[in-house]
């Protein structure tokens, strides 16, 4: 059966889309790549631009979504937590 994601799986998800297309991101592939429905990524995409790890951006004369410093921060320090959490069979 599957689980369903945590607020903090979905929004490192988000996070690694974008950090592994380079950085950047057009919303159609990040739709895609996130397994949200077009409304849900919209508000996790409103809460990472106000928390300042993700910004609008405008690249190839589209809309796009470019991950920050901090943003990136976040992917490596989840990754930290779910090998703790990991080694403990959680």
Known sequence: MNERRTKIEIINDILKAIYEKGGRIKPTHLLYKSNLSYKKML????????????????????????????????????????????SFGL
């Open 43 to 86: 508000e996790y995409l409103s809460e990472l631009i106000q928390k300042e790890m993700v910004k609008e951006d405008v690249f190839k004369g589209k809309k796009g979504y470019a991950i920050t410093d901090k943003g990136i921060h976040y992917i490596q320090e989840f990754k930290k937590i779910k090998e703790f959490s990991d």
